[in-house]
DNA sequence: GGCACAGTATCAAAGCTTTGATAGATATCA
DNA sequence: TGATATCTATCAAAGCTTTGATACTGTGCC
C-alpha cells in the first residue's frame, strides 16, 4: 500500500494483456478454438509429430496443462495421437484436416486484431514498444 | 499464418505480462495468497463492506469467478460476510486481522517487483510505455 | 551389464475463469 | 399499485493452470 496504484506498471501491462486476449478469445471462438487451443494448433501446424512434452514447453505452459488442452482438441476430432516409431514413451501429435481449417479460420481473425494494433503505431514507435518491454520483462 | 510471430506485439505483451504474473504469484505466494486473493484483498482494504458483485467490477472479473475467490479466502479466515442492514440480497465482506496481516505481508513483496520494474526506466521511458500501453489498449 | 539422469506421460488436488441460467430484492416509472 | 429494469447472489458446466507425485523409457557413463 505504499505504492499508488497509478504508479504500477505491471498493472497497465496487466490492462493490455487482459483486453488482448478479451479480443483474441472472441476471435478465435468464431472457428470453435480457446486461445490455448489456438496457440497449441499454431505451434502444430509447424511442427507436425511434436510431443506434447515439447509443445507444452513452446507455449509456455506446464506438460499438464498441455494434456488437458490435447484431450479438448482430441475430443472435437481437430488433432490425432499416435505411439512413436521407437520413442515408445513418446506420443506423435497431428493435426486432422479439421484442426486445419478451424486454425486457417481462427488465425484470419487474430491477425485482424494483431494488424489493428500494429497499424496504431508508426515504425519507430513499434521498436519503441518493443524495446521497452523487452526491458520489462527482462527487470523482472 | 499470414503474419509472421515475430511481428505480432500481442505476443510481447503476453510474454511480458505471464513473467509479470509469476513473478508476482511467487511473491504473494510468500503470505499464503494467489494473485487473484490479492488483488481482491487490495480492494476490499480500502472499500470495506463492498459487496462481491462490485468487488468483482473492480477487480474486472466475473462475479462468478469473485465468489470463487472469497469462498477460498472465507476458508482461510482472511475475510468475514455478513448480511447488510437493509439490502437483504447483499452480502458485506470485511477484512479479518488475519487478512489486514497477509495483505501487508503480500503488498510488501509485490511493491518490491513494481518498484524493480519502475528502477528499470527512466521517468521519460516510464511516461512513453504508459502512452503506448495506453494506445494499444485503445486499439483493440 | 548396471546405474544415474533426463525426458515423457499421467493421476490427483487446488484454484481461477468464463458463459448460461435461476431466483430474490430494490428502485423507477406509468 | 403494478410492471419493468436493475442489481444481488448462486448453481452448473466447461475449460485452463499450477504444484506434487508416480511410472516408464531411452541415453550416457562407469
Redesign the pocket.
Known amino acids: 500500500m505504499d505504492m499508488p496504484a497509478e504508479e504500477r506498471l505491471g498493472l497497465l501491462v496487466k490492462r493490455a494483456e487482459q483486453r488482448l486476449m ?1 479480443a483474441k ?1 472472441a476471435a478465435v471462438k468464431t472457428a470453435g ?5 489456438y ?1 497449441a494448433l499454431l505451434v502444430l501446424v509447424d511442427n507436425p509429430g511434436i ?7 513452446e ?15 482430441l ?2 476430432g481437430l488433432i490425432e ?1 499416435g505411439p ?1 516409431q ?8 497431428h493435426l486432422t484436416d479439421a484442426g486445419r481449417e478451424a486454425l486457417r479460420t481462427a488465425d484470419a481473425a487474430a491477425v485482424v486484431i494483431e494488424r489493428r494494433i500494429a497499424d496504431a503505431f508508426t515504425p519507430d514507435e513499434r521498436d519503441s514498444l518493443r524495446d521497452l518491454l523487452a526491458r520489462f520483462t527482462q527487470a523482472i
Open positions: 478479451a478469445h478454438l480457446t486461445v490455448p487451443q496457440a510431443s506434447a512434452a515439447a509443445l507444452a514447453r507455449c509456455l505452459v506446464t506438460p499438464q496443462a498441455m494434456t488437458v488442452v490435447l484431450k479438448n482438441l475430443g472435437h495421437r512413436h521407437w520413442h515408445r514413451t513418446m506420443l506423435e501429435t
